[in-house]
């Protein structure tokens, strides 16, 4: 059987035109530049962010703006969402996505730490595209997950001290992460459980919660690329989001975030680590996320045919 050809572009809506929208945007150029794809992108105050233009990416609001298109409108005649906003933006507007029955990519992987929004992001209609982000190497502890070969998961986050301030930090935490010096070598800031770290640094551990789906073991499940497709899985990551151990780590020495991954088990002794140039926009954000989010858009385009 010859496969399907579309001759329409297909109608992509980025949520979110921050730093790693707007480095998407720029990925996607062949594709956008053969006419095979369009691209939308929401933002909800455009008044405000109406400087970040990408040539050939119209944009859209979530919030009362006028004079663009509005987020039911764009949604209406979208294909695919990608989600790139932050995790409360995620659980605010994923749930509509996938009841409409429309694919959803979801970058701030974190949202799936609650479990309610991971029941309703994976109940469909619509598929979920969880994005390995800022970390990978997800096919060897996957296949390790899967043969329940994994006793436990560990992923430690070192970032810029800076980057860590939280409005909910007392003034001597805040105070203690403007002034730590490189010479002062790295200091915890967090350690426990997925969960917690991403109520606490919801944008900084997306990566602790994609470890955990990523070693969520789908024992007998059709491997097959990205997306999520069993019922169970919100119930298999509930456990796995228990057996990850997260350790936030404030470094002044740190140029560059560092993830560091080491899970073992009776599959053997996984160790990864990503040191990711920062993002072109936005130093607190690693520049493979956006990387990782462009080839997680193209998966899902190349499965719709
Ligand atoms: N999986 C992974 O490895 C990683 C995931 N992430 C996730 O990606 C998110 C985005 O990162 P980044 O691009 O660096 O962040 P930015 O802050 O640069 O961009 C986010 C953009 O989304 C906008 N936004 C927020 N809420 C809404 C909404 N309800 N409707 C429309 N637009 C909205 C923001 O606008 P405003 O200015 O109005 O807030 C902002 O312009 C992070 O918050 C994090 O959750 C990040 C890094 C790695
Ligand atoms: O960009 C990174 O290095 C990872 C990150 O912020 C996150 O997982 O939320």
Known sequence: MSPTVRSSPARVLLLGFGAIGRHVATLLAPERDAGRLQLRAAERNVATHGHRTVPGVELVTTG???????????????????????????GEHGP???AAGIDLVLTSVGALADPNLARTLLAGPGRLWVTNGAIGGFDALSAAADAGGLDS?????????????????????????????????????????????????????NVAVGLAWATRGRPG??????????????????????????ELVADAAAVRSRHEILATGPAGRIELGFESAPSPENPKTSGMTALSVTRTIREALARRG
């Open 64 to 90: 009362q703006d006028t004079g663009c298109p509005t987020w039911p409108e764009a949604l209406a005649e979208a294909d695919l969402v990608v989600e790139c906003a932050g995790v409360d933006a995620a």
């Open 153 to 205: 998961v560990r992923i430690r986050t070192t970032k810029l001290p800076t980057s860590l301030v939280r409005p909910w930090m007392a003034p001597a935490e805040v105070e203690r992460l403007h002034e730590l010096r490189p010479e002062d070598g790295p200091w915890s800031v967090f350690a426990g459980g997925p969960t917690e770290a991403i109520e606490q640094f919801p944008a900084n551990v």
């Open 221 to 246: 499940a059709d491997v097959g690329v990205g997306g999520a497709d069993l019922p169970e899985d919100a119930d298999l990551l509930r456990r796995s989001l228990e057996r990850v151990q997260v």
């Open 96 to 98: 509509e996505v996938i």
